[in-house]
């Protein structure tokens, strides 16, 4: 990786599914692209929702493919040394050491923009999303609108034959029958985390009952 003088940066893009996380991640990489720079995107091979091409085209008529990452490691690789914005989308698929890329990237000089969900379905930190948060020198967190009372969502709630799904599952289901809604709060509904919950509280009640 060539190191050069410049002001390299990390951005990151955070929200829950449907708040218009990709549409600012390509946004700012058409805005790129206006301004002559030389980008690379990558997005993570678990998204298929573009049926595999992920192409981003500005009024001018340059466009770039986003090329399919599975880890940190092919990012890394797969940057050009003379690449001046680095755009990852989906980045909770990705593993913890896309930390270390990133900072290495944006220390090199590049700019790096990185969109993923920052909380599963259980509302927990979303794979190395928490750890970009803290990293970053910009971070937007955008919201859905709840399904359910139109308030601001901010939780991904599972749905498993349209019932919310218990904590117990696994965070990435792959190829599974489960569908996901934007919900704020109060509308998010994790079964069993509820419930355990609910029997912590009411067990520090008794103890405190019993000071
Ligand atoms: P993300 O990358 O955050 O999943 P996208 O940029 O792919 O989001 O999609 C955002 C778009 O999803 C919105 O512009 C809107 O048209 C649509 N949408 C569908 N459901 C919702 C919802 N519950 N709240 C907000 N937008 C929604
Ligand atoms: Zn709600």
């Given at each position: ?116 969900t920052d909380m599963d379905f259980r509302g927990e930190p979303f ?28 939780r991904n709630q599972r ?5 919310p799904a218990p904590a117990e599952g696994p965070t990435i ?7 996901y ?7 998010h509904e994790v079964p069993t985390r509820d419930?355990a919950q ?14």
């Open positions: 990786m060539l190191h050069r003088a410049g002001h390299g940066s990390v951005e990151v893009v955070a929200g829950v599914m449907f708040s218009g996380k990709s549409e600012e991640l390509i946004r700012r990489v058409r805005r790129a692209l206006i301004a002559g720079r030389r980008v690379q995107l990558f997005k993570s091979h678990l998204d298929d929702r573009y049926g595999g091409q992920f192409r981003i085209s500005s009024h001018d008529g340059r466009q770039i493919d986003a090329e399919p990452v599975s880890n940190s490691v092919q990012v890394a690789e797969k940057v050009r040394p003379d690449t001046q914005v680095v755009a990852i989308d989906e980045a909770q698929f990705l593993d913890d050491g896309i930390c270390e890329v990133v900072d290495a990237l944006a220390d090199a000089g590049m700019r790096v923009i990185v969109a993923g794979g190395p999303m928490g750890l970009l948060l803290a990293r970053a020198e910009r971070i937007d967190k955008l919201h859905a609108i709840c399904v359910v009372c139109g308030d601001p969502a901010t749905l498993i034959d349209g019932k289901q792959v190829g599974g029958a489960e569908t809604e934007a919900r704020c709060r109060r509308c419930r609910r029997e912590l509280l009411l067990r520090r009640g008794r103890g405190w009952e019993g000071v």
